[in-house]
């Protein structure tokens, strides 16, 4: 059974602070995404990587870094924390030797930032 | 600039009956399309998807449609259940860079008895 776990479900953080979201994925896949979720938005890409050590650029980067030093690990970093970040956050990972373009989400991170 | 619109934030309907979700689409690269359903509290979980070659995918209870010229998929529920009850996203993938997802804002189903 596949698996995508993240650190936390619930997280609430004050403005400025240095916020760590970690996944964790058991299916080997190379590539691991980060996603917010908020009301009438969908989901949107932060950042993902393909690769250990590779990331790239989604559509909503600024305010967010990310690491990825094991294939099964991927971190979302918030370097100072902003109340406009308060928001739900999806991690996935995906195959690319997948049969369909499915990606596998974890269970999502609710962060409030006050 | 949505590529992926779902322009019903909500729907409801009775419970045995049908219900569509509509997804509307701008980009013509687009070749293959998922429905991912997600419960409060929970990730989204995939549901169904349809590949651009196809206009129609069955599973079960749901059947998803794809309307090219009209750069149009729907997704039916029949019967629809109490359990139908979340949100849900329609994605989209480009053909030449097949490991992103481009989702819409989401439809939230409300099945009441």
């Known amino acids: 059974d596949v698996k995508v776990t993240q650190s936390s479900r619930y997280l609430v953080k004050r403005t400025g602070e240095k916020v760590f979201l970690e996944c964790v994925q058991d299916m080997d896949h190379e590539n691991m995404f980060w996603y917010r979720q908020d009301p009438g938005l969908g989901l949107r890409l932060i950042y993902f990587s393909y690769d250990v050590k590779m990331k790239e650029k989604g559509d909503i980067p600024e305010g967010y870094s990310v690491s990825r030093e094991k294939k099964e690990r991927f971190s979302l970093i918030l370097e100072s924390a902003s109340t406009n970040q308060t928001s739900m956050y999806l991690c996935?990972?995906?195959?690319?030797?997948?049969?369909?373009?499915?990606?596998?989400f974890g269970p999502g991170t609710r962060l409030t930032v006050t | 600039d949505q590529q992926v619109k779902q322009n019903s934030p909500s729907l409801s309907v009775q419970e045995g009956r049908i219900s569509i979700l509509n997804c509307d689409y701008t980009?013509?690269?687009?070749?293959?399309f998922l429905w991912y359903k997600k419960y409060p509290a929970e990730g989204p979980t995939f549901l169904i998807s349809i590949s651009s070659i196809k206009d129609k995918n069955e599973d079960g209870r749901f059947t998803v449609f794809l309307n090219k010229s009209a750069k149009h998929l729907s997704l039916h529920i029949v019967p629809s259940q109490p359990g139908d009850s979340a949100v849900y996203f329609c994605?989209?993938?480009?053909?030449?860079?097949?490991?992103?997802?481009?989702f819409g804002t989401g439809t939230r189903l409300q099945v009441f008895p």
């Open positions: 980009n013509s690269m687009f070749d293959y």
């Open positions: 994605a989209a993938s480009l053909s030449y860079n097949t490991d992103k997802l481009i």
């Open positions: 996935a990972s995906s195959s690319v030797t997948r049969v369909s373009y499915e990606q596998y």
